[in-house]
Structures are given as structure tokens and as C-alpha cells.
Nanobody
Framework: QVQLVESGGGLVQPGGSLRLSCAAS????????MAWYRQAPGKERELVAR???????NYADAVKGRFTISRDNAKNTVYLQMNSLKPEDAAVYYC?????????WGQGTQVTVSS
């Protein structure tokens, strides 16, 4: 499997931007897909964005057009660029590695959107 460490969370005003990073403990070249999930207080964890090792992406409707997921295999890192942030985007964001027979979660990074 793989260990994942998220970073880049913090406090941002509505309309602002953040870029989250997910650093993997080993090469992610052979991992089929990487994804970002988020969980707000009192809500279920939800898929935000996903990218396959072929570069195919999908996004939750709530973030489509505002968020961009990317992966840099050379750096063993996955990113989530978040633009035009809204208060409802506030949550703990988790990185997830998806393989055929296993999956691994990071510990999460807090994103707060407040004026």
C-alpha cells in the first residue's frame, strides 16, 4: 500500500484559493487512481475529485469548474487546486489512493472558508 500526507489547508476568505498537496511514500505511477474526499462536521465523507493514472478526471457537481485535480508522478504527489472557495467548501480534505485490491487514506487537512 502507500502512506499519504496532506498539506496546504488553512483559512481563506470566500472567493479565495488554496492548493492542497498529497505526498505519497512511494511511486504512485502504478496506482490506478488518486482522489480527494472531504468531510464537513455532521456530514458524510464525499468524493470531491478523482484522477486515474491515465489522466481521466471527474468532479463532484458542487466543485466542477472551480477545483482541479492533478498528479505529478515524478514527485509522487497529487494536488487539488481550489478556486472561488465558498463557505460550504469548508471541511477536512482527505487524499485517497485507489488500487485494484486496496485503498489508502491520508490523515486529512483542514480547510476553513470564512470572512
Amino acid at each position: 500500500q502507500v502512506q499519504l500526507v496532506e498539506s496546504g489547508g488553512g483559512l481563506v476568505q470566500p472567493g479565495g484559493s488554496l492548493r492542497l498537496s498529497c505526498a505519497a511514500s512511494r511511486s504512485i505511477f502504478s496506482i490506478y487512481a488518486m482522489a480527494w474526499y472531504r468531510q464537513a462536521p455532521g456530514k458524510e465523507r464525499e468524493l470531491v475529485a478523482r484522477i486515474t493514472n491515465g489522466g481521466i478526471t471527474n468532479y463532484a457537481d458542487a466543485v466542477k469548474g472551480r477545483f482541479t485535480i492533478s498528479r505529478d508522478n515524478a514527485k509522487n504527489t497529487v494536488y487539488l487546486q481550489m478556486n472561488s472557495l465558498k463557505p460550504e467548501d469548508a471541511a477536512v480534505y482527505y487524499c485517497y489512493a485507489e488500487a485494484v485490491t486496496w485503498g489508502s487514506w491520508g490523515q486529512g487537512t483542514q480547510v476553513t472558508v470564512s470572512s
